[in-house]
C-alpha cells in the first residue's frame, strides 16, 4: 500500500512534534543533547510557517513532511518518518510524489539534513546532489528532470 498525504490539522501539532523528536531526536542529541522545550517551540514556529502534510499508510498516521515554494524552486523540509516504518518504502514514495511535481513545474527541490543522519543516503538515490555545506549541515538539491518520452 502506497502512503498518501494530507494537509495537517491544528489537532496534528502534537503527533508533528512527536515523529520529529522519534526521528531525527537521537541525531540532535548525538550532538546537542534534546532541549525539549527549544525543539518544540522551534517545532511551533515552523508549524505556522510552513504547509505540513501528514503522512499517512492507510489510516495510520506515520509521519510528516512540509513543502513550499521559494525563489522559484521547491523546498522540503520537516520530512520525518516514524522509526516503526524506516526502511519499508515510505520515504522514496513521497520523495517520487513531491519530485514528480517538481518536475512537471520544472522545478529544482533542495533541501538540509544534518551531516551524520543517514538519511542523506535516502536522497542521493533519489537524484539529489551536493550544493553547499555548513558545521552541521548538508544542503542538497535536486534539479528537474524532463519526462521521458
Request: include cysteine; aromatic fraction near 12%; charged fraction near 25%.
Given at each position: 500500500?502506497?502512503?498518501?498525504?494530507?494537509?495537517?490539522?491544528d489537532s496534528?501539532?502534537?503527533?508533528a512534534?512527536d515523529?520529529k523528536?522519534?526521528a531525527?531526536?537521537?541525531?540532535?542529541a548525538?550532538?546537542?543533547?534534546?532541549?525539549d522545550d527549544?525543539?518544540r517551540?522551534?517545532?511551533?514556529s515552523?508549524?505556522?510557517?510552513?504547509?505540513?502534510s501528514i503522512i499517512l499508510?492507510?489510516?495510520?498516521?506515520v509521519g510528516t513532511?512540509?513543502?513550499?515554494e521559494?525563489?522559484g524552486?521547491?523546498?522540503?523540509g520537516?520530512f520525518?518518518v516514524?522509526?516503526a516504518?524506516?526502511?519499508a518504502g515510505?520515504?522514496?514514495?513521497v520523495?517520487r510524489?513531491v519530485l514528480?511535481?517538481?518536475?512537471?513545474?520544472n522545478q529544482?527541490?533542495?533541501?538540509?539534513?544534518l551531516?551524520w543522519?543517514p538519511?542523506?543516503?535516502?536522497?542521493?538515490?533519489?537524484?539529489f546532489?551536493?550544493e553547499s555545506?555548513?558545521d552541521?549541515?548538508c544542503?542538497l538539491?535536486?534539479?528537474?528532470?524532463?519526462?521521458?518520452?
Amino acid at each position: 500500500m502506497n502512503p498518501t498525504l494530507r494537509a495537517a490539522l491544528d489537532s496534528d501539532v502534537e503527533f508533528a512534534f512527536d515523529a520529529k523528536r522519534q526521528a531525527l531526536g537521537p541525531y540532535v542529541a548525538a550532538r546537542w543533547g534534546w532541549d525539549d522545550d527549544f525543539q518544540r517551540n522551534l517545532h511551533l514556529s515552523r508549524w505556522q510557517e510552513r504547509p505540513w502534510s501528514i503522512i499517512l499508510k492507510g489510516a495510520t498516521p506515520v509521519g510528516t513532511i512540509a513543502t513550499w515554494e521559494v525563489d522559484g524552486h521547491r523546498r522540503i523540509g520537516e520530512f520525518y518518518v516514524l522509526p516503526a516504518f524506516q526502511r519499508a518504502g515510505i520515504g522514496s514514495a513521497v520523495l517520487r510524489h513531491v519530485l514528480e511535481q517538481a518536475d512537471r513545474d520544472n522545478q529544482a527541490v533542495r533541501l538540509e539534513h544534518l551531516k551524520w543522519n543517514p538519511v542523506g543516503e535516502l536522497y542521493a538515490r533519489h537524484g539529489f546532489v551536493h550544493e553547499s555545506a555548513n558545521d552541521t549541515h548538508c544542503f542538497l538539491v535536486r534539479w528537474p528532470v524532463a519526462p521521458s518520452r
